[in-house]
């Protein structure tokens, strides 16, 4: 099975507007990360948010919130205010402490904001 | 789903010496392979592209002739760490992509630690 899953291939939002990027996973390790990272054309991963297992809230970083909902197993990236240069891919990422400290990526989400 | 992995998945070696790092698509042809670094805050630099059968193509600042990378089929590329020093120890992981496909897929990680 799909440790983490991205359903939306691409996205598109109009400025300014909020989007949300979907983000499932898969895992019996009562301990682990949960990352999204942006990825603009350069090719750089750019990490943007942190969201623990064991953390009570929504992790918050600026224009971007992750929307954790522990039971469903996902972890959506919710970005206000979208701004052009959010056009990128977007990719969901889940580390298990308790396995290896392994790396699971989704196949990313490509956002494209509309003027 | 695709799989992408990596061998091996930690290694310790002395510095001075050599360490081969093998990324395999699984069960798809990956015609690009990419292969990142991760440095503190979380961010994944991108090292290098590589092409099957071509040269790989380095990011600016990354030593070509220190960090080797080999991309001979189109489901395994191999990434050579040459006289390592303990600077070079770090998270490495490659991702694969096949055709004109977006979504890449990553492998778990490789830690090299350097003593």
């Known amino acids: 099975a799909q440790k983490i899953t991205q359903t939306q291939p691409g996205m598109f939002v109009q400025e300014k507007e909020a989007v949300t990027l979907d983000c499932t996973y898969d895992?019996?390790?009562?301990?682990?990360?949960l990352f999204w990272y942006k990825q603009p054309s350069s090719g750089e991963m750019i990490f943007l948010i942190y969201?623990?297992?064991?953390?009570?809230q929504n992790a918050t970083e600026g224009r971007y919130s992750l929307n954790f909902q522990k039971a469903r197993k996902s972890a959506n990236l919710v970005i206000s205010a979208s701004q052009l240069g959010d056009s990128a891919m977007y990719f969901c990422?889940?580390?298990?402490?308790?396995?290896?400290?392994?790396?699971?990526f989704g196949t990313g989400t490509s956002l494209t904001v509309i003027p | 789903g695709a799989v992408v992995s990596q061998h091996p998945s930690r290694v310790i070696c002395k510095s001075g010496t050599s360490v081969k790092i093998e990324c395999r698509s699984l069960?798809?042809?990956?015609?690009?392979m990419f292969w990142y670094r991760q440095f503190p805050k979380k961010s994944l630099m991108l090292m290098a592209t590589?092409?099957?059968?071509?040269?790989?193509?380095?990011e600016q600042g990354v030593e070509k002739d220190k960090f080797l990378i080999n991309h001979a089929s189109l489901t395994l590329s191999t990434l050579t760490v040459t006289s390592a020093h303990p600077e070079d120890s770090s998270f490495y992981i490659c991702?694969?992509?096949?055709?004109?496909?977006?979504?890449?897929?990553f492998g778990p990680g490789t830690r090299l630690t350097v003593t």
């Open positions: 590589s092409n099957e059968g071509s040269k790989a193509t380095y």
């Open positions: 895992t019996s390790d009562p301990s682990y990360g």
């Open positions: 991702s694969a992509r096949s055709g004109s496909r977006h979504e890449q897929y």
């Open positions: 990422a889940m580390r298990e402490v308790n396995t290896g400290n392994q790396f699971y």
């Open positions: 069960d798809f042809q990956a015609t690009t």
């Open positions: 969201q623990g297992s064991y953390d009570q």
